[in-house]
């Protein structure tokens, strides 16, 4: 009988196993309706099977069901306690439903618990600025922009005027003129360290070079002068605020606008096929980043943005964007919208 009831657990094992496997394909590939029937039938058997609620809350959330993705964070929190993706989600679902102090408590809390995720100090930070604290919005844009987030890079350069600290390995020779003795040598600036007297891990103490000759200290009262003006560093590789828009008809019942970072300036090189049948008229608003090789590396529906919010015409949209191919471009990443303008029949 106890051989029996464990062969039927690695049975039943298997069989959720399989089901989760072919819902995080769906969900890759932006099917979410399809991804969230699949988890249905993962959590049925048991909620606790890995992180399927967490993952079902997630294409709730894109497809603009944003009360069902917070219950199933608050499911996940009940069944398997706070994480950070959780309070993740739970973040940005309050967001979505306009509780702006109930989002930045959660995304704060997932930060606690992944301080190296820049997603977090992003939707974090977008927060803030919607809510007019600029400063803070800027700390959590320069936070997730030193963790090596290009995006956040670009919101800190042009919403906050901050840059990314630039490493240079050449040291820089300054000029040390001493006045009386008329002689002006070159010498190699030391690199600064917190402490001076401190010796450095690999730090060669003599190299060999020779000490500037001359009495530059016969006269202690001689003013010096040190010319060390560095030009200031311009960042080639970080696309502009230009809201330039691309507006292009697929057909009679769809017309298609890009906009933001430069991306309304960039050519198109592959527009999918794409039929959308719809009674309504408006538009449903994508979130899009583009890297360099003009792949579209992410897509999320903009609810702010959108006038529909049917949850089949926002998956298609989704789907649609993430199949644009850009021209390849001069920057590594630019994020703005790509809106869908359907005329109803």
């Known amino acids: 009988m106890m051989v029996s009831a464990v062969l039927q657990a690695q049975v039943l094992d298997e069989e959720t196993g399989f089901i989760f496997v072919k819902a995080e394909y769906l969900f890759e590939t932006g099917r979410y309706d399809e991804a969230i029937t699949q988890y249905n039938a993962v959590i049925a058997k048991d909620s606790k099977y890995k992180n399927a609620l ?16 917070k219950m199933d964070a608050m499911q996940f929190i009940d069944v398997n306690g706070i994480s950070a993706e959780s309070a993740g989600l739970l973040g940005r679902s309050f967001a979505a439903m306009n509780d702006a102090n109930a989002a930045i408590n959660s995304l704060t ?11 977090y100090y992003e939707w974090r930070a977008a927060i803030l600025e919607d809510e007019g604290q600029l400063l803070q919005a800027c700390k959590d844009y320069e936070a997730a922009m030193n963790l090596g987030s290009t995006a956040a890079e670009a919101k800190a350069k042009n919403l906050c005027g901050v840059t990314k600290p630039q490493t240079n ?7 040390i003129i001493n006045q009386d003795s008329g002689e002006v040598p070159e010498v190699e600036k030391p690199t600064e360290t917190t402490n001076p007297t401190d010796i450095q891990k690999d730090e060669v103490l003599s190299d060999g070079t020779q000490e500037p000759t001359g009495n530059m200290n016969e ?13 200031p560093v311009i960042d080639e590789n970080l696309p502009k605020e230009d809201n330039t828009v691309n507006s292009f008809v697929i057909d009679e019942d769809l017309t298609i606008e890009v906009a933001g970072q430069e991306l309304g300036r960039r050519k198109i090189s592959e527009t999918p ?37 049917k949850k089949s015409l926002v998956s298609l949209a989704i789907r649609k964007a993430k199949e644009f191919e850009f021209a390849p471009g001069k920057y590594d990443l630019q994020c703005g919208i790509m809106v869908f303008k359907i005329k109803g029949s």
Not at 219 to 231: A, Q
Not at 276 to 289: F, M, R
């Open 109 to 119: 809390a997932a930060i606690s618990l992944d301080d190296k995720n820049t997603n």
């Open 54 to 69: 967490i993952k079902r809350g997630l294409a709730k959330y894109a497809l603009a069901a944003y009360k069902g993705a």
């Open 169 to 175: 390995n050449n040291k820089p020779k300054v000029k």
């Open 219 to 231: 006269n202690p009262d001689s003013p010096t002068t040190i010319d060390d003006s560095e030009h």
């Open 273 to 309: 096929s794409i039929l959308i049948l719809a009674d309504e008229n408006g538009k449903v608003t994508v979130n899009i980043c583009v890297n360099k090789a003009g792949v579209v590396t992410k897509a999320e529906f903009n609810g702010s943005m959108s006038s529909i919010a």
